[in-house]
C-alpha cells in the first residue's frame, strides 16, 4: 500500500528544544515536501527535495532544517522551536514523469510549542 | 509569485445540489491546477486536475473547468452526497512535461458542508 508515514502525530514541546519530525515514503518517489498548514492561510510550502542530497526552500522556510539522506526519509528539524511554529505539518511525496503525477501526503503532526 | 484566490471560504448545500468553488491564480504561465480534498483528521488528498491545454475534464461527480485568458479555475460537484463534506484546496504550478516536479501554491480552502 502506497504511504506516507510521519512520527509523532503529535507534540507539544517548549521553546527552544530542538525537535526533528520524521516522514518516510514506500513509494521511491524522487520529490518530497514539507507544508505547514495554519488556520486562514491554507498549505504553505516549507521546504522540498528533488532528489537524495538535493534539497531548496519554500515559501517559508525561516526556522527550518531538513536532510535528504535517503530516498525515503526526508525529516524535518526545527533547531529551535518558537511559538509561531506551532501548526500542523504534512509530508508529501510525489512521482511525476511526462505528464503523469502522482502525490500523496502523510497524516500530519499537529505541534504546539509553548 | 504565484499567487491563488479561493472562494467561497465555506459552502453549504443540501444533498443532491451542486457545489462550485472557484479559484484565480495571478502567474499566467502556471500550467498545472490540481484539487485536494481534506477530510478531519487527514492529510490533502489529491482528486482531480488539470493542464493548461485543457478545458475541462471530469472523473465521475467532480469536474474541473480552466479558463487561461481570465486566468481562474473551478471545482464543480454534482450530485452532492454527505460524504463530500470536507475541505477542498485549489493550487497553481509552473512544470514542464518531463522535467523535476510541480512547486505548488494553495489556495486558503473551501469547507464544503453537504446537509443531508
Known amino acids: 500500500e502506497a504511504q506516507v508515514t510521519q512520527n509523532p502525530r503529535y507534540l507539544i514541546t517548549v521553546t527552544g528544544k530542538k525537535l526533528t519530525v520524521t516522514c518516510s515514503q514506500n513509494?521511491?518517489?524522487?520529490?518530497m515536501s514539507w507544508y505547514r498548514q495554519d488556520p486562514g492561510l491554507g498549505l504553505r510550502q516549507i521546504y522540498y527535495?528533488?532528489?537524495?542530497?538535493?534539497?531548496d526552500k519554500g515559501d517559508v522556510p525561516e526556522g527550518y532544517k531538513v536532510s535528504r539522506k535517503e530516498k525515503r526519509n526526508f525529516p524535518l528539524i526545527l533547531e529551535s522551536p518558537s511559538p509561531n511554529q506551532t501548526s500542523l505539518y504534512f509530508c508529501?511525496?510525489?512521482?511525476?514523469?511526462?505528464?503523469?503525477?502522482?502525490?500523496?501526503f502523510g497524516p500530519g503532526t499537529r505541534l504546539t510549542v509553548t | 509569485g504565484e499567487n491563488v484566490e479561493q472562494h467561497p471560504s465555506t459552502l453549504s448545500v443540501q444533498e443532491g445540489d451542486s457545489a462550485v468553488i472557484k479559484c484565480t491564480y495571478s502567474?499566467?504561465?502556471?500550467?498545472?491546477f490540481p484539487w485536494y480534498k481534506q477530510e478531519l483528521g487527514k492529510g490533502p488528498q489529491l482528486i482531480i486536475d488539470?493542464?493548461?491545454?485543457?478545458g475541462e475534464k471530469k472523473d465521475q461527480r467532480i469536474a474541473v473547468t480552466l479558463n487561461k485568458t481570465a486566468k481562474h479555475f473551478s471545482l464543480h460537484i454534482t450530485e452532492t452526497q454527505p460524504e463530500d463534506s470536507a475541505v477542498y484546496f485549489c493550487?497553481?504550478?509552473?512544470?514542464?512535461?518531463?522535467?523535476?516536479?510541480?512547486?505548488?501554491?494553495f489556495g486558503k480552502g473551501t469547507k464544503l458542508s453537504v446537509i443531508p
Open positions: 508529501a511525496s510525489s512521482f511525476k514523469t511526462g505528464w503523469d503525477y502522482e502525490q500523496y
Open positions: 513509494m521511491n518517489h524522487e520529490y
Open positions: 527535495s528533488m532528489n537524495v542530497e538535493v534539497t
Open positions: 502567474d499566467s504561465a502556471s500550467n498545472y
Open positions: 488539470i493542464r493548461s491545454n485543457v
Open positions: 493550487a497553481a504550478s509552473l512544470s514542464y512535461s518531463g522535467a523535476g516536479s510541480y512547486q505548488l501554491t
